[in-house]
């Protein structure tokens, strides 16, 4: 049996995280996927609660042959002990997959496998991409899973994200900033 | 559709925590699962990490016929925004279950629904029960469902809660104790 | 022009504290209240949140000659920096007035001037007399101001201190306790 | 009787805040005045502590019809929580003041009134300018009131405000650079 | 070329701790101590700053052959991270020398050897022994080093666990109680 | 007997620090290295970790004449409790040296002297041309001392930078970015 570990801020979980979950689905059995910046929300960078993307996530996974385990991570800012972060709030995985070369070091100076795939730099680009064309009223359906859809449609998420885009366009993207 | 939410430390998920959940299920459609106090481990009250007890409770509950998420809740400390935490880490949920009168209230004085039951008490004893007998080398098996039986074996949570119970029995409970 | 600087818990404001600022009321022209332990509330020991504490506060120093201010103080758990953190929260204060010992030493090691007197001591066990005298539903609004009392019912206090009572004794004063 | 709540940084008082928290008197009987980013000082955005920008307040808002209380809000950075950190360190309220989009979602969404005004935006700009005419030895005193004027002195807040943003320029705002 | 690590609270260091190190020296080149829960002080399970205890350590370990490191380890209360936080901030290491069994446990799970011996748990004892006889003005003195002396001497020691020791014993050993 | 107070983030400790270390030592007995953002690491612009530091200043001044601390100093983000912090941290120390002005500041207003040199604006410079050399496979041994390039060659320092800096490149400088 081999799990793998899987990390993004999935904000949101697009067509971009779903191609590369069921790419990794054909090498592992079971999947952890590690929400990164759990705490953070309601900025234009992080629109959506860390529950609010396990819905995502869970949802659109459900039907997946493997079995797949959400899990929030809260972010430390302390490069130094993210690995054994992520290794106590996960079930134990043999291998990460990640792109990121800072995730590729933190985890190969841990002594843990990584393996990486041109594919993946795709997926940040695709994820400004959808938080813009909500922001703008375009067609970001298009770019995520119905199930996410679905998501932000019931948290009324659109009118957050062009709320929060309005402050921050404003210089005050802070609930302290008058 | 309703969703439910319940709270525990589930140091491990033993039967007691397994039949509530059953008959939680019986009052909703999908339950969120909260483990609390994840960031702690590896002490006598908190063994496991919160990575363990997602495998414990979602192997445990594979076969159960509502949808249930194990959610990790890391502690705050503040008990004024607890209800806020939970809720930003959680899939929206309308009814909590609890029969702690702490949770109890802090629900309420943020408006949410909370259904208690005679039956909880019984399980936070049963918790330490759990671990005492896994200490002391006893039957513990008995009290928890084989999933969890599986995953303690796996870790070799056994004799980690044996050193260290015998670490907080010598006063040095906090790895900075000589 | 001398400020004065008096720092306690105020769980809840009772008639030994406002003797005690009225008293010190006569050696200065301002007085800043700093409520410490701001970030705690709904436990046994801290019931009440530091909005609360502000509002009996203010409320009942509202006729006094003196100028005050009521300061939220966050624990930092950190006692070498505490008198640095109680500085930046605080007006500028030239005395400190304090019967803790622990109090005395930091702002002496501080170089601030501390004045102590024999009567600080009772007002601890007032504190918890009245905390107890409160969830065991006996005579408490003889011992606070009349202020105090009707911000206690205006908060629902009284059944919130009985609830988290109950908790506490039942070994759940945490809420991820089951 | 109804209380307001108004948040700001406050990085001074100024004339803006003064007109805005005169005409929210219009609309209220009780203001809290919300203090942010309270733990934030010595830098060129947040030069001064929150103890300093509670005497600002103070006596600038002494005359005025209304009862205020001044409140400091440290930060906690989870958009996801501050309403309830801000309503654990606040005197009840039932209706807040602000023109910031952020501010105005996360209390809509927590289910509290917000009421904005076109005025509002004015304000953060004329914080910039205040500071950066301290900064450059201008007239600062003309947008503050009088009140601040004597704090900014009390403090030796000029002469701070100039060093910092020497210290900014240079690149080194954290006292951890060389 | 080996480097070992050896992890105390060193409140104060003593005879039992100089000794410890010396024997360690016999089997490692150079030496890490780590001085644990160095963010706390001023209480009377920890009297000493972190710098304070640098300084005991360092001025007692001059003439020592081998070359060793005094690194202060704030506490992170995560268990789970705390191998990666010691590494973090120490000089690599090849061996751990510790006889707590919960410390023992966690470089174990990460792979790293350690070393135990009988004589370690005498000393925690003594650490509170040396406590209590300064508390009770007796005999400490013959219980450490010369240079330890000379450091409590310089910082007046005694008189600060006296006076924390009285605090403690009042009920009020946070700055916070009244 | 003067001790001094010198800080900086030494990523790497280079000449220039070196230098002003000898300078430092002409006018003091001991020297405390505070290395600042201890709790920073792998990232562009703090790439070692606070262990790997020590080791560079400990190694690099071993033949110093004076006595020097290599004390790490974590980040707590509040200046107001900066200088507590640092004098927690470290041995005592009579004199800061440092030419940052907000350091200038703070100590100066804690009442500590501050001895600048104009030399001190050097050096920051030379940290990032370091690393950038690092980065770019250029001549940066020149610019440090020999115990610092034998210390980055033994931790595999520059291959860490280089991956570091791709990944900042490509907007992913933390590990949650996907």
Do not use: C
Request: hydrophobic share 40%; no cysteine; net charge negative.
């Amino acid at each position: 049996m081999t799990r793998g570990f899987y990390i993004g801020r999935f904000q949101p979980f697009h067509e971009g995280h779903h191609a590369m979950v069921e790419r990794i689905g054909e090498e592992v059995d079971e999947l952890v996927v590690g929400i990164g910046s759990a705490d953070q929300s309601h900025t234009v960078r992080n629109p959506f609660t860390a529950g609010e993307r396990i819905m995502m996530i869970t949802k659109t996974l459900a039907d997946l042959d493997i079995i797949t385990y959400a899990v929030p991570i809260e972010d430390l800012n302390r490069n130094s002990v993210w690995v054994s972060h992520v290794q106590s709030m996960s079930p134990r995985f043999e291998v990460a997959f990640s792109n990121n070369p800072l995730v590729v070091r933190l985890f190969e100076e841990a002594g843990i496998e990584v393996r990486q795939s041109p594919m993946y730099r795709r997926e940040e680009f695709e994820g400004t991409e959808v938080r813009e064309r909500i922001a703008a009223d375009g067609d970001w359906e298009s770019l995520v899973p119905d199930a996410v859809v679905e998501v932000i449609d019931e948290i009324d998420g659109v009118e957050r994200i062009q709320q929060i885009t309005a402050s921050d366009a404003n210089g005050n993207g802070d609930p302290a900033d008058e």
